[in-house]
């Protein structure tokens, strides 16, 4: 190994080092604990080695919503896949993406709330964001129905769940109808 691809190694598994410990504060203590200052104490590096890696903050969060996006995506292949009905899939779509927004609060944020620079529903959207979104796509569009576009019937029934997790978890919703929302959702907006 060149002394060149060893260095590529060692900054690869620092920047690898810098998102897990964000990621692992941020999950603990929220995103506004997630500071350069934290980081760096934390990982045993100076903030301009931090800095070497990531722009700040934001960049930080763009790389654990990246992250995210493609674990949330093997999720909801995971899930779907097990199933043969086109309803079972739906339901097993709604149930994996609301588990994961529920066990990876910091990391749906990181999606779905904070400004991590990255463009969505754009040409240079990052490739892991194309797949979560090519992963609930590859399910609803069997279900779309007749005349309906797929890749817009995904985002109406995104946007559901959406609203689920967010309302869920922020305690605006009873946690004892979490099930009869998610009959519900599927049986009226995906009609399978």
Same mark, same amino acid.
């Given at each position: ?31 506004? +604990? ?13 903030? =301009? ?46 149930? +994996? ?21 990255? =463009?969505? +529903?754009?040409?240079?959207? =990052? ?50 109808? +979490? ?14």
């Amino acid at each position: 190994m060149s002394v060149q691809e060893r260095k590529q190694r060692e900054r690869a598994e620092r920047e690898r080092l810098i998102v897990a410990t964000a990621r692992e504060l941020a999950e603990q203590q929220g995103w506004d +604990a997630v500071t350069t200052r934290q980081l760096a104490e934390r990982i045993e590096y100076s903030q =301009p080695v931090l800095y070497s890696h990531f722009r700040g903050k934001r960049e930080i969060i763009g790389a654990v919503a990246l992250e995210g996006a493609t674990e949330m995506a093997a999720a909801v292949r995971a899930a779907t896949s097990a199933e043969d009905d086109p309803r079972a899939r739906v339901m097993a779509l709604a149930r +994996a993406y609301l588990d994961f927004a529920e066990h990876n609060p910091a990391v749906y944020d990181a999606l779905f709330q904070l400004d991590g620079g990255l =463009p969505y +529903a754009q040409e240079d959207t =990052p490739e892991p964001l194309k797949d979560a979104f090519a992963a609930l796509l590859e399910c609803l569009a069997e279900v779309a129905g007749d005349g309906v576009a797929p890749g817009l019937f995904t985002e109406m029934f995104w946007a559901a769940l959406h609203g689920l997790a967010t309302l869920t978890r922020t305690g605006r919703l009873l946690p004892e109808d +979490a099930e009869a929302r998610v009959e519900l959702l599927v049986d009226r907006l995906a009609m399978v």
